[in-house]
């Protein structure tokens, strides 16, 4: 066993005993700790295998995997789990995307809200697709600067070349946050005790683990600082899914203006959400 390896592998265990509390599948709970079990037996470093073979020398050894391989890859080059953060209460997109230089709470905060950016990876395509350009705060040198932090911070050179994640289809998306929002007020979803904003460590905020084909999601209500200003905190709902291409994630509300009001809306694709309820707004048209 290498002595750089146990941390790592005893994060991957705490990922699948908090998998298992919380009702998650059965076989994703066991690929957890396979993956621990198989670093534990490593007469290397994972890090050094990374430095030598990139993700795909992680992705080749027993009961790793593209998801588990890049979850590992996350933690080392950054000292983060995500997915830990999440299960435990601890995350905060706001607090993410303020921890880059040149970013700080206020301009995190509409980032997040505005725009719909909760991960570095969503931060860093905005960077260079032209989202950030016409923000208040974001000169040309600014962004410079936040594009040359995180092409450091994401490891870029250690990652596969990839196109652009494959998007689930907001019927999937709305569908999982339908479940969620049913199955939380009947009361049927473990709670756990959110860090922020809960002195009390009042365990209030339903978790919950299902899948839509090979996809993977997890689900909760936002716990954010504007979520809670707002009162909102028991409508929005953010949902996780992690894939061979890292952590996507979206937030669902119901919108509160225009031709989507009172609709259940995933931010950031609200032209797609206009589509998938036009059939329903068509039937009820011709049902007048």
């Known amino acids: 066993m290498v002595d750089a390896n146990v941390p790592i592998a005893a994060r991957l265990e705490e990922v699948a005993s908090l998998l298992e509390q919380q009702g ?6 066991g690929a957890y700790r396979k993956a621990a079990r198989t670093l534990r037996g490593l007469e290397q470093p994972v890090s050094e295998i990374l430095e030598k073979q990139g993700v795909e020398g992680l992705d080749r ?11 590992i890859d996350t933690l080392v080059a950054t000292g983060r789990l995500p997915m830990l953060e999440r299960l435990r209460g601890e995350s905060d997109p706001t607090d993410l995307l303020a921890s880059v230089p040149g970013i700080g709470r206020t301009l995190a905060d509409r980032l997040h809200h505005g725009l719909g950016i909760s991960t570095l990876e969503d931060l860093e395509a905005a960077a260079f697709d032209g ?3 016409n923000i208040e705060g974001i000169g040309s040198k600014r962004l410079a600067g936040i594009r040359d932090s995180l092409a450091s911070r994401l490891a870029r050179a250690r990652r596969p070349a990839a196109g652009p994640a494959e998007e689930p289809p907001v019927s999937e998306l ?7 929002r049913s199955l939380a ?16 460590r009042e365990a209030w905020l339903p978790i919950l683990h299902t899948q839509r084909g090979p996809r993977h999601y997890t689900a909760l209500f936002s716990n954010t600082a504007r979520a809670h200003a707002l009162g909102h905190t028991h409508d929005w709902v953010v949902l996780y899914c992690d894939g061979d291409r890292g952590e996507r994630q979206w937030t669902v509300v119901t919108d509160s203006a225009g031709v989507l009001q009172g609709r259940r ?9 206009l589509e998938f309820y036009e ?8 049902a007048v």
């Open 61 to 71: 050894l027993p009961g790793i995997g593209p998801v588990l391989a890049r979850a």
């Open 265 to 273: 809306v995933v931010r950031g694709r609200e032209p797609e959400c």
């Open 279 to 286: 059939p329903f707004a068509a039937t009820t048209r011709s």
């Open 185 to 200: 007020r009947a009361g049927r979803l473990q709670r756990i005790a959110p860090r922020r904003f809960n002195p009390d």
């Open 131 to 133: 989202r950030l350009v």
């Open 24 to 29: 998650a599948n059965p076989f994703r709970v």
């Open 174 to 180: 709305l569908d999982v946050d339908r479940e969620y």
